[in-house]
């Protein structure tokens, strides 16, 4: 087996346990809060967006620095920090006695995690230009196994031991995606060829030259911008609904015993069917053209927004879900191939770096949105706000991302004969 093969079958395994350990304990944070003695659900989901927002700012922060040292001195390494860092964070919060211990916790721990830009930036720079879409899509099918199982298994360990040893279960699961990455993840060390010096450098050229050798004139790049702005409102829109989903569960069907599992179950069949489709699309998307495919799942998950705010049962939300799932697996995969492409390869870390900032920001700035409507108007229009955002983000794909079909669909390449 090639060596990025290889590197792509042990990263996939690693990502699919981290993805298990992170959405293990997720989903349940909004009744920990509750448990802890937050007194009514409306300020848990003012606790709970703090929570994601926290983490999401102090990541946003981080990243760029992250990406930029993933650059000079190795991804594999910003790959081991982050997990560990997951794995010591997740068991701390484990032992927080308050709503503030925790989210300290948290904000720290986005400081120094991000597993999934880590591993998407390893694979981006590992993998040939040729295979990048089917690459990122069986990565991120990895992503969303790891998802859609994490709840179920999190939601059973919480209705049966108590939503704060999820907590210890989760951190477990990182130490042995930490491990393996150390134990079996290899990085081909590339050599920077040496850049001439200027016999003469003014202040004024000096500054010029930064820009043009820098991350700077990457990420200025139309397209780099516009993806990244993609990917920034598809985190936004997801984040909207990440503080009210599980407590609008609740206002469905009341409290009873088996609640952490039946939420469990609706947060996991999106991931699930995404798992089944990101593959394919990616695949797909390597033949027919990766903005075609990523136009139309965005368009798509706008779509079945829509009837989720209409639903009166966890069961039709799980079938309305999985239907969004589809289509949200063709939309990290082909943005980040269009992103990667867009992309030198010695700056990719950066302009990855820079990316998760943006997503990270978005992160931050949702569950706001997502608690303010839902505080304002219903937990239900919380659906429609995230509907129309990925309204917005289909046009801006649509309207300003500019690929040339030499450079979006890239051949195969033909074996030489001798």
Same mark, same amino acid.
């Given at each position: 087996?090639?060596?990025?093969?290889?590197?792509?079958?042990?990263?996939?395994?690693?990502?699919?346990?981290?993805?298990? @350990?992170?959405? *293990?304990?997720?989903?349940?944070?909004?009744?920990?809060?509750?448990?802890?003695?937050?007194?009514?659900?409306?300020?848990?989901?003012?606790?709970?967006?703090?929570?994601?927002?926290?983490?999401?700012?102090?990541?946003?922060?981080?990243?760029?620095?992250?990406?930029?040292?993933?650059?000079?001195?190795?991804?594999?390494?910003?790959?081991?920090?982050?997990?560990?860092?997951?794995?010591?964070?997740?068991? $701390?919060?484990?032992?927080?006695?308050?709503?503030?211990?925790?989210? @300290?916790?948290?904000?720290?721990?986005?400081?120094?995690?991000?597993?999934?830009?880590?591993?998407?930036?390893?694979?981006?720079?590992?993998?040939?230009?040729?295979?990048?879409?089917?690459?990122?899509?069986?990565?991120?099918?990895?992503?969303?196994?790891?998802?859609?199982?994490?709840?179920?298994?999190?939601?059973?360990?919480?209705?049966?031991? @108590?939503?704060?040893?999820?907590?210890?279960?989760?951190?477990?699961? $990182?130490?042995?995606?930490?491990?393996?990455?150390?134990?079996?993840?290899?990085?081909?060390?590339?050599?920077?060829?040496?850049?001439?010096?200027?016999?003469?450098?003014?202040?004024?050229?000096?500054?010029?030259?930064?820009?043009?050798?820098?991350?700077?004139?990457?990420?200025?790049?139309?397209?780099?911008?516009?993806?990244?702005?993609? $990917?920034?409102?598809?985190?936004?829109?997801?984040?909207?609904?990440?503080?009210?989903?599980? $407590?609008?569960?609740?206002?469905?069907? *009341?409290?009873?015993?088996?609640?952490?599992?039946?939420?469990?179950?609706?947060?996991?069949?999106?991931?699930?069917?995404?798992?089944?489709?990101?593959?394919?699309?990616?695949?797909?998307?390597?033949?027919?053209?990766?903005?075609?495919?990523?136009?139309?799942?965005?368009?798509?998950?706008?779509?079945?927004?829509?009837?989720?705010?209409?639903?009166?049962?966890?069961?039709?939300?799980?079938?309305?879900?999985?239907?969004?799932?589809?289509?949200?697996?063709?939309?990290?995969?082909?943005?980040?191939?269009?992103?990667?492409?867009?992309?030198?390869?010695?700056?990719?870390?950066?302009?990855? @770096?820079?990316?998760?900032?943006?997503?990270? *920001?978005?992160?931050?700035?949702?569950?706001?949105?997502?608690?303010?409507?839902?505080?304002?108007?219903?937990?239900?229009?919380?659906?429609?706000?995230?509907?129309?955002?990925?309204?917005?983000?289909?046009?801006?794909?649509?309207?300003?991302?500019?690929?040339?079909?030499?450079?979006?669909?890239?051949?195969?390449?033909?074996?030489?004969?001798?």
């Amino acid at each position: 087996m090639s060596h990025w093969k290889r590197n792509l079958a042990v990263l996939c395994f690693v990502q699919l346990v981290t993805m298990i @350990g992170f959405s *293990g304990f997720h989903p349940f944070v909004a009744y920990y809060l509750l448990e802890m003695g937050v007194p009514t659900p409306a300020e848990a989901a003012t606790w709970m967006a703090i929570f994601n927002s926290g983490a999401a700012v102090s990541m946003m922060v981080a990243s760029p620095i992250w990406g930029t040292l993933a650059d000079k001195h190795g991804r594999r390494m910003m790959l081991i920090r982050a997990t560990v860092a997951g794995c010591l964070f997740t068991f $701390l919060m484990g032992l927080a006695r308050s709503p503030e211990m925790l989210i @300290g916790l948290r904000v720290v721990q986005g400081l120094f995690s991000g597993t999934v830009v880590a591993a998407i930036t390893l694979v981006a720079t590992e993998t040939p230009e040729q295979y990048l879409g089917r690459s990122l899509g069986v990565m991120q099918t990895a992503q969303f196994v790891g998802q859609s199982i994490g709840p179920l298994i999190g939601g059973l360990a919480a209705d049966a031991l @108590g939503y704060r040893n999820v907590f210890f279960v989760s951190s477990s699961l $990182l130490l042995t995606s930490a491990l393996t990455t150390v134990v079996f993840v290899k990085e081909t060390k590339r050599v920077k060829p040496e850049e001439p010096k200027p016999v003469v450098a003014t202040r004024e050229a000096r500054g010029r030259g930064l820009l043009r050798g820098g991350a700077l004139v990457a990420i200025a790049n139309r397209n780099t911008m516009f993806l990244v702005l993609t $990917l920034a409102g598809n985190s936004f829109a997801i984040a909207v609904l990440s503080p009210i989903l599980s $407590l609008y569960i609740k206002e469905l069907i *009341g409290d009873v015993p088996n609640l952490a599992t039946i939420a469990g179950t609706v947060m996991s069949v999106a991931a699930f069917s995404s798992s089944l489709s990101a593959v394919a699309l990616g695949r797909w998307a390597d033949k027919v053209g990766q903005k075609k495919i990523l136009v139309a799942c965005v368009i798509g998950v706008a779509c079945v927004h829509v009837p989720q705010s209409m639903v009166t049962h966890p069961n039709q939300l799980i079938v309305l879900r999985s239907l969004q799932g589809l289509f949200m697996g063709g939309i990290m995969p082909t943005a980040n191939a269009l992103l990667a492409r867009a992309t030198d390869i010695s700056r990719r870390g950066a302009v990855f @770096g820079f990316s998760n900032s943006a997503q990270a *920001g978005g992160r931050a700035l949702g569950p706001a949105m997502g608690a303010a409507v839902a505080n304002t108007l219903g937990m239900s229009s919380a659906f429609l706000v995230t509907g129309g955002i990925f309204g917005v983000m289909s046009l801006l794909v649509g309207l300003f991302v500019r690929v040339d079909a030499e450079q979006e669909i890239v051949e195969e390449p033909v074996p030489a004969t001798t």
